[in-house]
T-cell receptor, first 107, second 112 residues
Framework: GIQVEQSPPDLILQEGANSTLRCNFS?????LQWFHQNPWGQLINLFY???GTKQNGRLSATTVATERYSLLYISSSQTTDSGVYFC?????????FGKGTSLLVTP | DAEITQSPRHKITETGRQVTLACHQT?????MFWYRQDLGHGLRLIHY???????NKGEVSDGYSVSRSNTEDLPLTLESAASSQTSVYFC???????????FGQGTRLTVV
């Protein structure tokens, strides 16, 4: 099946810093989503982005499907951004998840 | 607002018992999915359904079954619970293939 690799696995930031999370995938995809799993375990939809660039407030994402990667940008990070960020791709029947990037934003 | 809900949120059961986790969505989505989340593995697909009476196995389906008798519900049954099935279970739905999927709040299952 399709492989999804996320980097870095762990990240610690001070409040106000910017960061870039990366997702590489091994095959062409028809769907790519970014999720935030908050400390309570909820999976929050951030972006549905099989290609192109989208922005939502301090977050933005870019997917370059031809080069098989996606980037999630977090600007001016806040403590509420802490949690795990998952990239998931669909090339057949369901989403395949990466192992996530665990982000801790300190005051 | 349309939503997807799971119940119960937490459950403790004994080894060997049959357990059913409920998933209900009000979006009228065709596709529904069950995943389990374990440390070190991320989310892994258990079963999925593309519509009423359709069910398919995912990568970790052993010991689990699902049934789809209507559009709104996809219950997940553990036939004989094992300690290895202690996990957090997530249900998801999407309108059709390659469209945005939405997840329920999760069910934390402990098998003792």
């Amino acid at each position: 099946g399709i492989q999804v690799e996320q980097s870095p696995p762990d990240l610690i930031l001070q409040e106000g810093a910017n960061s870039t999370l990366r997702c590489n995938f091994s095959d062409s995809v028809n769907n790519l989503q970014w999720f935030h799993q908050n400390p309570w375990g909820q999976l929050i939809n951030l972006f549905y982005i099989p290609s192109g660039t989208k922005q939502n407030g301090r977050l933005s994402a870019t997917t370059v499907a031809t080069e098989r990667y996606s980037l999630l940008y977090i600007s001016s990070s806040q403590t509420t951004d802490s949690g795990v960020y998952f990239c998931a791709v669909e090339s057949g029947y369901a989403l395949n998840f990466g192992k996530g990037t665990s982000l801790l934003v300190t005051p | 607002d349309a939503e997807i809900t799971q119940s119960p949120r937490h459950k403790i059961t004994e080894t060997g018992r049959q357990v059913t986790l409920a998933c209900h969505q009000t979006w009228n989505h065709n596709n529904m999915f069950w995943y389990r989340q374990d440390l070190g593995h991320g989310l892994r697909l258990i079963h999925y359904s593309y519509g009423v009476q359709d069910t398919n196995k995912g990568e970790v389906s052993d010991g689990y079954s699902v049934s789809r008798s209507n559009t709104e519900d996809l219950p997940l049954t553990l036939e004989s619970a094992a300690s290895s099935q202690t996990s957090v279970y997530f249900c998801a739905s999407s309108e059709q293939m390659n469209t945005e999927a939405f997840f329920g709040q999760g069910t934390r299952l402990t098998v003792v």
